[in-house]
């Protein structure tokens, strides 16, 4: 549902509760730092960024500013409960690549979040001249995988021992890929 509130790009319910998707704006930053400490480490491994750091959350501010990332947030009742974004790739000959980050907290996970989450994020490349979507993830990462699968991401390469985390362990990356063009018709065998 579309609604008439300024910044709001969608209302949508999400395991009874109502939640808004609008784009992030640099007033956002606390709540999104907020958002970012609650989540298990491991979480926000596959992120560039660290983002439960405030240099963090300000880079992301920058970036958007600066027009080379988008974020949607899902926020309710105040809160930020999850996001995705869209980074174009700055590397010519991969400019038509744009990689899809989606977290959602654990309290809203598997009522359907992730999934407008991720379909917001494809309208949004869209926008932006995208015609391919990457998402890497570690291999251990059963749910994100699964959730990918299911919203037409399939398997482009394994990169093994690619990702170290804090603690110097070492996890495979799997790189998973979607056409922009063909996300509607994904969706809409899912409705
Ligand atoms: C991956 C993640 C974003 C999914 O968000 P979510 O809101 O729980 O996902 P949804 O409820 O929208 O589910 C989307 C689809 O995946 C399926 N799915 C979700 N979690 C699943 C699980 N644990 N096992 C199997 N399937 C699952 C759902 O059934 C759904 O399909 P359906 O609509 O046909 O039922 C969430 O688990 C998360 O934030 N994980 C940590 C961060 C991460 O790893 N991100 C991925 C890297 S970009």
Do not use: C
Not at 37 to 52: K, W, Y
Not at 94 to 109: K, N, S
């Amino acid at each position: 549902m579309t609604t008439g509130k300024p910044g709001v790009l969608r209302t949508v319910q999400a395991g009874g509760r109502s939640v808004e998707l609008r784009y992030m704006e640099p007033g956002d930053a606390t709540a999104l730092l907020a958002f970012a400490r609650s989540l298990q480490p491991h979480d926000l491994l596959f992120l560039a960024t660290d983002i439960t750091e405030v240099e963090g959350v300000n880079t992301w501010v920058d970036d958007i500013l600066y027009g080379q990332v988008a974020v949607i947030l899902a926020v309710a009742y105040g809160a930020v409960v999850g996001f995705s974004s869209v980074v174009r790739s700055p590397t010519r000959w991969m400019r038509h690549i744009g990689e899809l980050r989606v977290v959602v907290g654990e309290a809203f996970r598997g009522v359907g979040l992730g999934r407008h989450l991720t379909a917001e994020a494809f309208r949004i490349a869209a926008d932006m001249g995208v015609t391919r979507m990457v998402a890497q993830m570690t291999m251990d990462q059963l749910a994100a995988i699964r959730t990918f699968r299911r919203l037409g991401f399939t398997p482009m390469a394994l990169l093994p021992g690619h990702v170290v985390d804090e603690d110097g362990r070492s996890y495979d990356l799997m790189l998973m890929h979607q056409e922009v063009a063909s996300f509607a018709e994904t969706l809409s065998h899912l409705e």
